[in-house]
């Protein structure tokens, strides 16, 4: 009897964590272009780790596992390839950020979903449209799917006729008057809440090249902050003014961190940022946990690690330098995003 | 929650045409430097003693203030935090500027305490140029506390990159 009990108990707070879950998946990770891993690359890695596994002393099939579990990511799969598009959902809900490359596999999982619960339906929030951000959608495999119903959402007011203008030819094969989905438009009002199933969404603006709306998604009082493209140029408190609130009593936050910031001096403006400074944003506003993401697509997976590292030092750092100041210091918890990072928020 | 950062400040001190600038604080995101066209200067001097910290938000502050400069820049008693920083960051001083003095960290272990001792170019170090550069660092400190002899805490070779020793 006490041991039905127990498992009673168990599986009712397993329903019940089920039941609050707010969590993120990431679908791509890289700015401006795909950088898909190359045969070559792939062949090469392979090339080094069977030299790896050996050398370490393994020597039977038994010991495959335990190798390759303790692979850093850079030596084997990397941080993925697909350009920017991110997953948020809960139990009940589910929203899209940005419709880069990433979107492509995202959208073959929701088409074949046949879950009943699952409704029919996509709500997709475009930060801007540079191509890196759109470049999926005419991928997107609900879109093609008479079953579907596809919203789109911005705060900019030529939503509509940007995705339109991906369906036309010569540039697809299919123009937007027959795709099959229902599709519809939603232009949001800067900064003020807009409530979706289980979410309130508040866009707030970013610094960028092009006008570009981070997006603030809460949810049983956990918060997500979607801070990507943005250069951070307003970073002071007086400078951020109501969009602020981006960074304000955060759970987690991904940021855009496309270069270091030596990297980041030179080519100013770009319209992109650096882990450092996200880092000094999370310290000040005490957010929680920070995921970096939008990589140049010209560095290599070794190349983002050692960045990483970077990063690390300068953390290191600035957390000694500024406990020797006697405050009370913010600590952070941070990686860099890959794809198919899955985890809860808040 | 979030801390506060220590406020940035400067002086301003005109010496004939050299102007020195007493950096005090954070260098952060509320640094606001002087335009440099409205100091009136042949030469500008930074006096770095009393920076605690300069976080990249800083940095990036302090590289666009400083690289459109077209006057002489000369660093003068550069706290560890800005060390660092010239150690790390290509382009972190401008072209053709002058590191004159700068802090190296010691530690008093009986104590328990961190003290900076000054070195001076010309002195202690030379600058490399055509070769690379020296530095005689310190030897024999001892706390002027406790008279005990004091640990170099830093890492020389990291430390002192910027010399190209």
Request: proline fraction near 5%.
């Amino acid at each position: 009897m006490t041991r039905l009990l127990i498992i009673v108990i168990l599986f009712l707070i397993g329903t019940r964590y089920d039941q609050n879950m707010f969590r993120l998946r990431v679908w791509g990770v890289r700015g401006a272009v795909p950088s898909p891993l190359t045969p070559l690359v792939l062949q090469e890695r392979i090339f080094a780790r069977f030299n790896e596994f050996f050398e370490m002393g393994f020597i039977s099939a038994s010991h495959v596992k335990e190798f390759v579990t303790a692979l850093p990511d850079y030596k084997l799969s990397g941080f993925g390839g697909n350009t920017s598009c991110y997953e948020v959902y809960t139990k009940e809900s589910r929203i899209i950020i940005d419709a880069g490359t990433g979107l492509r596999e995202l959208g073959l999982g929701i088409n074949h979903d046949r879950s009943p619960k699952r409704k029919r339906e996509c709500h997709i929030f475009l930060t801007h449209f540079h191509w890196d951000h759109i470049m999926g959608i005419p991928f997107f495999a609900p879109i093609l799917n008479q079953e579907f119903q596809i919203h789109f959402y911005a705060v900019q007011p030529e939503l509509e006729q940007v995705v339109r203008s991906l369906f036309r030819r010569p540039l697809f094969a299919i123009p937007f008057e027959e795709l099959p989905s229902q599709i519809s438009f939603h232009v949001l009002r800067p900064r003020e809440k807009f409530l979706l199933g289980d979410f309130e969404i508040t866009p707030y603006m970013l610094d960028h090249t092009d006008p570009c709306w981070g997006f603030r998604v809460e949810y049983q009082g956990r918060v997500y902050s979607h801070c990507v493209d943005t250069e951070c140029f307003r970073v002071s408190r007086k400078d951020l003014g109501e969009d602020l609130a981006l960074y304000s009593n955060v759970d987690l936050m991904v940021f855009d961190s496309q270069y270091s910031i030596g990297h980041l001096l030179q080519k100013s403006p770009s319209g992109h940022s650096s882990a450092t400074i996200g880092l000094d944003l999370a310290i000040r506003e005490g957010i929680k946990r920070v995921l970096f993401t939008h990589y140049n697509p010209n560095d290599s997976d070794f190349q983002i690690h050692r960045y990483r590292e970077q990063t690390r030092e300068y953390y290191e750092a600035a957390i000694n330098r500024l406990s020797e100041t006697g405050r009370r210091v913010h600590q952070v918890m941070w990686d860099f995003a890959r794809e198919g990072t899955d985890i809860e928020i808040g | 929650m979030s801390i506060t950062t220590k406020e940035f400040r400067y002086e301003n001190l005109q010496e004939d045409e050299t102007v020195i600038l007493k950096v005090h604080g954070f260098i952060d995101e509320n640094a606001e430097f002087p335009e440099i066209s409205t100091l009136k200067a042949g030469h500008l001097v930074l006096d770095l003693e009393d920076v605690q910290l300069i976080n990249s938000i800083g940095i990036r502050k302090w590289v666009l203030w400083l690289q459109n400069s077209t006057i002489p820049v000369t660093l003068r008693r550069c706290a560890p935090p800005i060390i660092e920083q010239v150690n790390i960051l290509l382009g972190f001083i401008p072209e053709g500027a002058v590191v004159e003095s700068f802090f190296i960290p010691f530690f008093c272990e009986k104590c328990n305490k961190n003290v900076n001792v000054l070195v001076t170019e010309g002195a202690d170090y030379t600058l490399p140029g055509a070769h690379r550069g020296k530095i005689e660092a310190p030897s024999s400190q001892k706390c002027k506390v406790c008279s005990s002899p004091l640990e170099m805490d830093v890492l020389p070779q990291k430390y002192f990159k910027f010399l190209k020793l």
